[in-house]
């Protein structure tokens, strides 16, 4: 019986909380009005109410308590989404199974972005079936992607609810467990003196159903054939470093093996005997299913391979030369690169432009630059942004580098008439929304693909041009009407890649007016700013350290630079550059104009990057200050500059007779 005010309120107070909440009020943790805050805030920002207590309260909820909120928390999920609950503390977890299946079956980005874990997988009983441990298992875009994964492997989909605290600790166990791995791959060493294998080479052997052995596992093969191994271990050592692509040239007395990494050719290993030649070029000819009969021809082929759990794609392409074939191999590993303009574009401005083309229904938008620079990253990463369920995407691609749910993607084969322009046309009839092509790099493509743009579609494509402005000249050259491009045309991203200076052991300074002034910079604007130059170690300082057991910094290994990032110039077709193009302008003038409308050039996106201290002035002169398009512009910045205000010259005129005026640059 009630009988009180007090009691009322008290039963009031009993009634309005979950039953773990009324515990913690009688126990004396929180009072009422504490535990409705926290209440609040958890629904408000979506943390976990044992978190936020215990940042109000400053006090460690009990073990016993804990409990029970989990306990709870699992009753009400069971009950919201109709499926049993996984508690990890109670029920037996199969650790090697899950790593497993997240290596084979369910990869771990997937994991990541919906927020689910496989659990086991059944193939005794009918129907074959894998049960998943999800946060949300109402989630619909995750059920589309594992029906997309499951149904060619004839299994079917069993749920489990679990708390995002339980799936974030058995995705941290699997990540650590691959950090672990990798620890042990670099252990064993795999760039090994290869002198063993250069002993044995002999007849050339082929391994069977070699390409389904884990690389990392192959280079250990000591029953490998010498040549085997050798090729094993330059595959192993590539994708070890992380570079992207691996050049095997015959030279007149020996055979040079090099690897790209961030950009930048470097030597990967002592020359190699020039006997070794035929066998080792052969031996990757076979792997890429190439003629190794043909020598006089050049030749293109793709190596799947296996490494660390991860299927990886090499590209590969031979040249006969004069001391043999030369090979050259791109890695294809589309699991290590994060999707994402907000990933590549760090100015704010530029990217809510991209983002806001990519949201057009309709238009062309060109991404331009040279081989390597980091296009088809951008070309996906912006249709990541616009991948939803409701839009139809193609796209059309030589070859196919990365893998997005929900697209579909073509591959040009020339060799059948599925290029480019035939493919292009094939989509419009496949009621499209948004359409990728890979390169355009003839009349016939460009017109179609600026046609599409015109009737509806988003499309978009790359060129080869230097910067942003030169791709309306560009494709003028291909004969395109300039009307067809002024009112097709949303913008055009031309961008180059420069290498991250290693914040380990990267060396603060001061620059000098003279190489400030090169750059268009003053000593006055950049006074509290710091600059930072690369610690690199020529190749032979290098070897040395490594001979006499001197350490070199743990991170970038004595280059200097480790990654890299994007610079970008993003040229936004408004009413004054339509009007330029319908006039068939000159490069120039749409340039000035982009640059009066507010586009940044490269150069002022770089010289951005070096001011946060992500790169160097070295690296700025390396990649963008070198192109004629950024000379011209540092010309037209030095003709508008101050005078010198120690002797009051402008330029042009005579600088003898000033100490700071004696070379043609610009100071305080």
Known sequence: MVNSPSQRRALITRQSFSPFGNKLIQTGYVNSDQMREAALESRRSGRPLTEILEGLTGKTLPPEMLRQYKKQQLFELKVIYGVDSLDPELNQIPTDQIHELIGTLIRIDICRTYQLVPLTINRTAEPNSILVAMVDPDNLKALDELGRILRPQNLSLRRMVITLEDYQQLIAKYLDEQVRKQELVVAQDVNVDLGDDLEAIGVLDDAPGEEEIDLATAVQGAEDAPVIALANKVLAKALQEGVSDIHLEPQEDYLRIRFRKDGVLRQAFDPLPKKIIPAVISRFKILADLDIAERRSPQDGRIRKIFQGRKIDFRVSTLPSRYGEKMVLRILDNSTTQLGLDKLISDPESLEMVRSWVSRPFGLILVTGPTGSGKTTTLYSALAECNDPGKNISTAEDPIEYTLPGLTQVQVIREKGMDFSNILRAFLRQDPDVILVGETRDRETAKTAIEAALIGHLV????????????????????????????????VVAQRLVRRVCNTCRIPYRPTVEELGRFGLSASSELDLTFYKANSLTPEEMQTARLSGQSMCPNCNGVGYKGRCGVYEIMQVTERLQTLITEGAPTERIKEVAVEEGMKTLLAYSLNLVRQGLTTLDEVERVTFTDTGLAAEMKAKRKSSLSC??????????????????TPRFHD
């Open 460 to 491: 978009l494509t790359t060129l080869h041009t230097n910067d942003a402005a030169s791709a309306i000249a560009r494709l003028s050259e291909m004969e395109v009407e300039s009307f067809m491009v002024s009112a097709s045309l949303i913008g």
């Open 645 to 662: 205000r120690v002797c009051a010259a402008i330029l042009q005129q005579e600088w003898l007779d000033c100490p700071y005026c004696m």
